[in-house]
């Protein structure tokens, strides 16, 4: 399939300089807008795998909301790169030596070719076929895994509560206004008329 | 699917159910209940925990969710020991409470949310459930420990330990894929098949492992992943540390002892000696930082490090003699822990907490009773006969030596003499100093009670070993 591969090829490259480009470009908006390239792009290369459940899953939460909140984090808190970049020359030779570290593994597992290629298969709980992913997991998570999915959202929850138990303040030293208490006065009761003598004041 | 067919499906897990809407409910009245909810809620919590237990020992033993959830004898008697912790932190918490100025009615439930996510770790038969029980019980403690938010040491203490939970966390999650990759099933009871049948494992499920003990070994505070412990004790309010020194490690230990037993009961041989290494790590470390503590929040810290190496050592047979004496050892250390704190919440100077060790000098002439429970409960600690604690050190040992391991028996004794110093330095300040500024008369009588109680129950522990032994036994083999 030379399409899928030049798909593949396109996709892949472009991922790649937009994550180059996240560590590199000096606007923090511009290095959050190449982080949202880069998930498109590795939306992309989930689909041409066959995983559009996953694919789904990173465009609606990494897309839809940590890329967004990243955003709105860089618009509202006054980060200076320049500041954040002073150390880059002093972590570098750390950084390389881990990169190298990673990329000997990664030449390792390639060539040794230890890698087996139907491991899908051989798998206790195969990839169902014929069915799209989504519906396999639509499948299990309300049926095997409903207990699982429960403590998820009860853990969803939780966090909530939390959110709301360290953060709200109840102010007392706010003015607040009743509508119903402002609709059962009486104008009798709280407008005074006054007769003002001339150039006496009240 | 009719409704009685449904009704067998979820009748194992009834008592969590029965948590969860329980709990529900009590959040919805908390919020539309008057300011004053804070005493009520409490009270219904600890009923509603009482009822739970009621539950989880009419439960039966059998597998539930297609293997997902496991009841069986073990998760039973790790969820009464849970129960106790839950209703005692939340006993010795109002006095506490009541001083804050805000209507905290969010902590008793809280505490109702770590529970039920302890429940679950003790009764997770699948690596997915283990995680979620995991993340629940350890969200519903973060806030917990930040519940002081208006004091710099228990936000900081919380933010610590957040940070270094999520991090354990994320090792926790890693060694479960990578458990998942190399065997193909989360389930544990998949696994042990896997396991049983091919009898060369890749080293990829070893590394998947110590990854998954890692986690745990976190959870539990076994050294080398102490770190935490001793700020974030001595960081949150005391009440706090009393919950974070009971429930949670009794239950992360029951789930390192079903993990180890269950499905990787097959790779003994690999983690023995990395179970053996973590426990001879945190009795050392237990018996020899607590020498120089001066606070007695971080002396517990250490204390606990140490007593969960011991319980490692039982851990490290292997076999149903060690999980019996593991389980035994948990008996033992609930009621001392419960005494403890008890006894540290009693320490009040001028209307407000102490917790420096040279506070307790001369507690034997202003307070002779209150001395008297916490010399029995550090004599208990170090293990002297026949107190509680030396027969829970003595099965744990006895459980090392069946198994042979001679070197870990002798290291965990060595530790145990260690350690005995700075219990007994406890009983000499307060029995053989004078008192400079003697502490504030006790007033809050659950503490009094549960104080003296726990007191009662470990001098008279002895009376009660075969029937606590039988159980334990009987509860000591993990699955069905």
Known sequence: MPLLALIFYVLAIVTIASAVMVVTSRNPVHAVLFLILTFFNATGLFLLMGAEFLAMILLIIYVGAIAVLFLFVVMMLNINLVMLRQGFTSYLPLGGLIIIVLLTELIMVIGLGDIDLNIAAKATSPIPYHVPNAEAIGRVIYTQYVLAFHAAGIILLVSMIGAIVLTLRQRTDVKRQSIDKQNLLLSEEVVELVEVTRSKGV | ?480
């Not at chain 2, 804070?38 to 539950?55: E, V």
């Not at chain 2, 606070?295 to 039982?314: D, V």
């Not at chain 2, 069946?402 to 870990?408: C, F, I, N, P, V």
């Open chain 2, 1 to 480: 699917m009719d409704l009685a067919s449904t009704f067998s499906i979820i009748t194992p897990a009834s008592p969590e159910i029965f948590l969860v809407i329980s709990a529900l409910t009590l959040l919805m009245a908390g919020l539309f209940m008057s300011t004053n909810s804070l005493k009520i809620i409490s009270y219904s919590t600890i009923i509603i925990l009482l009822l739970t237990a009621i539950l989880v020992i009419q439960s039966e033993n059998t597998l539930a969710f297609q293997g997902l959830f496991i009841s069986d004898n073990f998760a039973r008697f790790i969820k009464i020991i849970i129960i106790l912790g839950a209703v005692f932190s939340i006993l010795i918490s109002f006095e506490h409470l009541k001083r804050s100025e805000n209507n905290l009615f969010e902590y008793p439930l809280l505490i109702l949310f770590t529970t039920l996510g302890m429940m679950l770790m003790t009764s997770a038969n699948d690596l997915i459930l283990l995680y979620m029980s995991v993340e629940l019980q350890s969200i519903a403690l973060y806030v917990i420990a930040t519940i002081q938010r208006n004091t710099l040491k228990s936000t900081e203490a919380g933010l610590k330990y957040f940070v270094l939970g999520a991090l354990s966390s994320g090792i926790l999650l890693y060694g479960c894929s990578i458990i998942y990759g190399f065997t193909g099933t989360t389930s544990f009871n998949g696994i042990a098949t896997f396991l049983s049948t091919n009898r060369s494992t890749s080293p990829g499920l070893i590394i998947g492992l110590i990854f998954l003990i890692s986690g745990l070994a976190f959870k539990v505070s076994i050294a080398p992943f102490h770190m935490w412990t001793p700020d974030v004790y001595e960081g949150v309010p005391t009440p706090v540390t009393a919950l974070f020194a009971l429930a949670p490690k009794v239950a992360a230990l029951a789930l390192f002892l079903r993990v180890m037993i269950d499905p990787f009961r097959d790779l003994l041989i690999s983690w023995q000696p990395i179970i053996a290494f973590l426990s001879i790590v945190s009795v050392l470390i237990g018996g020899l930082a607590a020498i120089m503590q001066t606070n007695i929040k971080r002396l517990m810290a250490y204390s606990s490090i140490a007593h969960m190496g011991y319980s490692l050592i039982g851990l490290a047979s292997g076999n149903e003699t060690g999980v019996t004496s593991v389980l035994m050892y948990l008996t033992t250390y609930t009621f001392t822990i419960i005494g403890t704190f008890s006894g540290i919440l009693c320490m009040r100077r001028n209307d407000s907490p102490v917790e420096n060790i040279s506070d307790l000098t001369g507690l034997s002439d202003t307070h002779p009773i209150m001395a008297l429970a916490l010399m029995i409960f550090m004599l208990s600690m170090s293990g002297i006969p026949p107190l509680a604690g030396f027969f829970g050190k003595w099965f744990i040992f006895m459980s090392a030596i069946d198994a042979d391991l001679y070197l870990l028996a002798a290291i965990g004794i060595l530790s145990t003499v260690i350690s005995a110093f700075y219990y007994l330095r406890i009983i000499k300040i307060m029995y053989f100093e004078e008192a400079i500024e003697p502490l504030d008369a006790i007033i809050d009588k659950k503490s009094q009670l549960a104080l003296c109680g726990s007191a009662m129950i470990i001098v008279f522990f002895f009376l009660f070993i075969k029937p606590i032994h039988n159980t334990a036994m009987s509860s000591s083999i993990i699955g069905i």
